[in-house]
């Protein structure tokens, strides 16, 4: 195996720049011959590909941000087979994947060269287009990743839990129409939607815990119009996925999602926050990835 790294300096609010040469020197003990690139934005992917392309394993090395990025430029590239070190800040498809996050043996996963054809989303809006590994959300945590993206100054799960908070007392909810499979239709004012592939988002919240990551179909939380006491009460039990015994949340499972609006809506997948978007479609593309895992 000889293997492309593509680092995200900007990872983990740039922690990850401090640290290339050490992640340089780990990955020298497990491979003899690598190559690597670093990329300060997305658009410089795109510039290497055809160096990318003489490689069969491209490994990311950053957050669930730069994985999707790094798929969203090469799956265009074929008989390609993806990994990940982990040095994001929430680091939510290696808890799917059960990729652990230390270097050391994420390297070692990445040596053994054991991998699963996982599922990828797809997402379509009147604005743009993207493919997503872990998880989409509209709604509140949608609001919550915006916010927490726009923190630089604090580094890891605390700019997470600043902006929750934030956006607790700031989020507006918005009548949406939503139809999944043809066979859930419902309008409603929701308090979030999470479309999983994998189980967690945030870094610590199962929204969708059972997702599974190659079973060719997403698992859907709906959380209907909730009050601001309700919502502490209840994070404890989304933390742990027992969220499903709460009244006004229902789980479904479904491969293709269609959600709409008159309001601008906000949204991420796998952590990326673009502009808002009145209309919604998800759909999934079964076993078309090649990912490492233990």
């Known amino acids: 195996m000889k293997p492309i790294f593509i680092f995200n300096p900007n990872a983990a609010n740039g922690k990850l720049k401090r640290k290339i040469n050490y992640v340089l020197s780990e990955i020298q003990n497990y491979f003899n011959e690598f190559n690597y690139i670093i990329t300060n934005n997305e658009n410089e992917i795109d510039k290497h590909l055809n160096l990318i392309d003489q490689y069969n394993t491209i490994i990311g090395v950053g957050g669930d941000g730069?994985?999707?990025t790094i798929i969203n430029h090469s799956l265009k590239l074929n008989n390609k087979t993806y990994g990940i070190i982990p040095f994001g800040s929430g680091n939510d498809l290696i808890y799917t994947l059960n990729i652990p996050k230390s270097?050391?043996?994420?390297?070692?996963?990445?040596?053994?060269?054991?991998f699963l054809n996982i599922d990828l989303g797809y997402l379509k809006t009147e604005t743009f287009s993207k493919y997503f590994l872990n998880a989409i959300g509209i709604g509140f945590d949608a609001m919550v990743a915006y916010k927490t993206n726009k923190i630089k100054f604090i580094d890891g799960q605390l700019k997470y839990y600043?902006?929750?908070?934030?956006?607790?007392f700031k989020y507006k909810?918005?009548?949406?129409?939503i139809n999944i499979d043809e066979k859930y239709n419902n309008t409603l004012n929701p308090f979030l939607i999470t479309i999983g592939n994998g189980k967690r988002t945030g870094g610590a919240f199962l929204l969708t815990p059972d997702a599974k990551i190659d079973d060719a179909t997403f698992q859907?939380?709906?959380?209907?119009q909730v009050?601001?006491?309700f919502i502490i009460k209840s994070i404890s039990k989304v933390i742990k996925g027992t969220h499903n015994t709460i009244e006004q949340v229902n789980l479904i499972h479904g491969k293709k999602i269609k959600i709409s609006?008159?309001?601008?809506?906000?949204?991420?997948?796998?952590g990326e926050t673009?502009?808002?978007v009145k209309d919604i479609e998800i759909t999934i593309l079964p076993k078309r990835i090649k990912f490492i895992i233990p």
Do not use: A, G, W
Not at 162 to 168: G, P, T, W
Not at 173 to 177: A, E, F, Q, R, T
């Open 227 to 229: 009050s601001i006491p």
């Open 220 to 224: 859907v939380c709906l959380v209907d």
């Open 173 to 177: 909810y918005h009548l949406i129409k």
């Open 103 to 114: 270097i050391k043996k994420s390297l070692q996963i990445i040596k053994n060269n054991r």
């Open 274 to 276: 673009p502009k808002q």
């Open 261 to 270: 609006s008159q309001d601008n809506l906000y949204i991420h997948f796998d």
């Open 66 to 68: 730069t994985i999707n």
């Open 162 to 168: 600043l902006s929750l908070i934030y956006c607790l």
